[in-house]
Nanobody
């Protein structure tokens, strides 16, 4: 089975830094796009950052210049390095992958369970 597991969440002071990881396990042919979403208290889930197979990235305006998304294709892992954190960054962060499991299947979406990031003094 394909599984996405996030790690690295926790409590951090405003202005601090935190790194998140998401490891994809299972039988996978190729991961096309990996993304980080987040959902704050009482808010809709929003896209934070994306990265495709070639390494091209896109960021939400609210995190641009502060967050960096990267991936290690050999390890099937995506990372989100967060700096200059603000209280409004507090949310559950979810890893998402658009991938193909085999030559005989189409592209499918998979989600991690989420990891809590709390920015507070």
């Amino acid at each position: 089975q394909v599984q996405l597991v996030e790690s690295g969440g926790g409590l951090v002071q405003p202005g601090g830094s935190l790194g998140l990881s998401c490891a994809v396990s299972g039988s996978i042919m190729i991961i096309y796009t990996m993304d980080w979403y987040r959902q704050g208290p009482g808010k809709q889930r929003e896209l934070v950052a994306t990265i495709n197979t070639g390494g091209s990235t896109n960021y939400a305006d609210s995190v641009k210049g502060r967050f960096t998304i990267s991936r290690d294709n050999a390890k099937n892992t995506v990372y989100l390095q967060m700096s200059s954190l603000k209280p409004e960054d507090t949310a559950v962060y979810y890893c998402h992958a658009d991938l193909r499991v085999s030559l005989f299947s189409g592209r499918s979406d998979y989600w991690g369970q989420g990891t809590q990031v709390t920015v507070s003094s």
